[in-house]
């Protein structure tokens, strides 16, 4: 479901591979979509990790509640990737996703001790928020 959705998007968002030739008869300057659109690859691919993970829980030990908290948080943070690519200051879903990710398989691998899955699963949430926290800090661009 991932991948068809990240192609997609890359599909809409890349129009400049349909667009190089400014001669054709068929392209007369417009656009679908702003060409200075930057996919977030990070995020996608930690949305497909969180999501992936759920399926790997539910296969191995037939957790269900493995499986639909795997697909529910990992469909919130390809949301939140997809918001970021359309635009790079609209980090909240991403953040408070990979927030809650951090706090409730951080607490699992305290308990536990165990590094798969809370223990990756809390490194990368937390890596996710240290990016998210990075793009807070970053000064906005002067627009000239």
């Known amino acids: 479901m991932f991948p068809l959705v990240l192609l997609v998007h890359l599909f809409i968002s890349n129009n400049s591979l349909l667009y190089e030739d400014t001669d054709s008869f068929f392209n007369n300057g417009s656009s679908f ?28 030990a037939g957790s269900v509640p493995s499986l639909a908290a795997g ?9 939140g990737a997809y918001q970021i690519s359309n635009d790079p200051k609209n980090i909240w879903v991403s953040l408070a996703t990979s927030g809650a990710l951090s706090a409730v398989m951080g607490k699992r691998f305290y308990g536990s001790r165990k590094f798969m899955p809370a223990g ?13 926290g990075l793009t807070l800090l970053q000064k906005p661009a002067a627009s000239s």
């Open 71 to 79: 697909l529910l948080f990992g469909g919130l943070a390809g949301f």
């Open 120 to 132: 990756l699963m809390a490194g990368a949430s937390l890596l996710m928020v240290g990016k998210l």
């Open 33 to 60: 979509a702003p060409n200075n659109m930057s996919v977030d690859w990070i995020g996608y691919g930690y949305a497909t990790l969180v999501a992936s993970g759920g399926v790997v829980g539910y296969v191995k």
